[in-house]
């Protein structure tokens, strides 16, 4: 999956911010590639506002 930062996490909750941080995210426009998985897609859901997400 390949999950890119849209969005700022200025004004997000701690939780979020090391959510990204996790992901290996926290600019706008950075992209990471990981490998699907149930603990990502729990990741996913937390961020689901600030990223945007393509299987493949």
Known sequence: MKIKQVRS???SNPS???TLKAL????IGK????KDSPQLKGQLVV???LVEV???
């Open 24 to 27: 290996g995210l926290g600019r």
């Open 31 to 34: 992209a990471v590639e990981r």
């Open 47 to 49: 961020v689901s506002h």
């Open 54 to 56: 393509n299987d493949g």
């Open 9 to 11: 996490a200025n004004g």
């Open 16 to 18: 979020q911010k090391a």
